[in-house]
C-alpha cells in the first residue's frame, strides 16, 4: 500500500457522458499526476498539478481537465466521454515539483468503462 | 509513439531461474525507473537510476543503464512465483512550462509479462 487511494474503483459510464475521478495523494506530497492506461499497454502521461496548478501536460485533447485541492487531493475530469476512453486511470503522488528524484507512489487505479 | 520499447514483450521461467528484461529508449533523460503491475493494479516503484549511474541493486534487482546505446536492462535474479506480474520501464524527463516552472514526465514502456512457475 503506498498511501495513495483513488476512487471510485470502477465505473462504467456512456458515450458522451462525463466523469470525475479522484485521488488523495500520500501525505505531504504536494505534486500529482494522472496517467491513462489502455488495456495492454503502458501509462500514458495526462498532465501533473502541484501547488494546485497545472504545470506539466500530456498529449490530451482539453475535455481531459483536473484540479488540485488545497490539501493536494486532485480530481481528473473527462467529458464527452468516447470509447477509446475506457482503461486505467492511475494518478501518483511525489514531493516536490519535476527535476528531483524523489519516488513517486501510484495509487491502485479506477477502472473506466464506456460503453 | 512510445519513448520505451521493452523486450522481450513476455517471459516465462521456473522459480530460482534469473530474468532479464531489456528497455531502449530514444531521447536523453533525466533518469529510468523500473516498475512493477500485477493484475492490472497500481504501479509499485522498484528502482531508479540516474542518468549519470550506470548500475544499481536493490535486494534482487539489478538495474543498468547505458546512455551511449540509450538502454536498460533490469535483472531478477531466483524469481520466485510471487514475481510474476508485468515490469514496465519509465524514462523521466524534466520540462519548463510556459511558465517556467518545471516538471517531471514519465514515459512508459509496453511492458514485459513476465511468468514464474512453481
Given at each position: 500500500e503506498t498511501g495513495?487511494?483513488?476512487?471510485p474503483t470502477h465505473l462504467i459510464k456512456t458515450r458522451g457522458q462525463q466523469v470525475t475521478l479522484r485521488c488523495s495523494s500520500q501525505?505531504?506530497?504536494n505534486t500529482?499526476?494522472?496517467y491513462q492506461q489502455a488495456l495492454g499497454q503502458g501509462p500514458q502521461f495526462i498532465f501533473q498539478y502541484y501547488r494546485e496548478e497545472e504545470n506539466g501536460r500530456g498529449n490530451f485533447p482539453p475535455r481531459f481537465s483536473g484540479l488540485q485541492f488545497p490539501n493536494y487531493s486532485s480530481e481528473l475530469n473527462v467529458n464527452a466521454l468516447e470509447l477509446d476512453?475506457?482503461?486505467l486511470y492511475l494518478c501518483a503522488s511525489r514531493l516536490g515539483q519535476g527535476g528531483s528524484y524523489n519516488e513517486q507512489f501510484f495509487g491502485p487505479g479506477t477502472r473506466l468503462t464506456v460503453l | 509513439s512510445q519513448q520505451g520499447e521493452?523486450?522481450?514483450q513476455a517471459l516465462s521461467i521456473q522459480e530460482g531461474e534469473n530474468?532479464?528484461?531489456?528497455c531502449s529508449y530514444k531521447t536523453s533523460i533525466n533518469n529510468l525507473q523500473w516498475y512493477r503491475q500485477n493484475s492490472g493494479r497500481g504501479l509499485v516503484h522498484l528502482i531508479l537510476i540516474r542518468s549519470n549511474e550506470r548500475e544499481k541493486h536493490s535486494g534482487r534487482l539489478r538495474v543498468t543503464l547505458d546512455t551511449s546505446k540509450k538502454s536498460s536492462s533490469l535483472l531478477i535474479t531466483a524469481s520466485r512465483a510471487a514475481d510474476t506480474a508485468s515490469y514496465f520501464c519509465a524514462t523521466e524527463i524534466w520540462s519548463k512550462n510556459a511558465g517556467g516552472t518545471s516538471y517531471g514526465k514519465l514515459t512508459f514502456g509496453q511492458g514485459t509479462i513476465l511468468t514464474v512457475h512453481p
Open positions: 495513495v487511494t483513488q476512487s501525505s505531504g506530497h500529482v499526476s494522472w476512453d475506457s482503461a | 521493452e523486450d522481450p530474468a532479464t528484461m531489456n
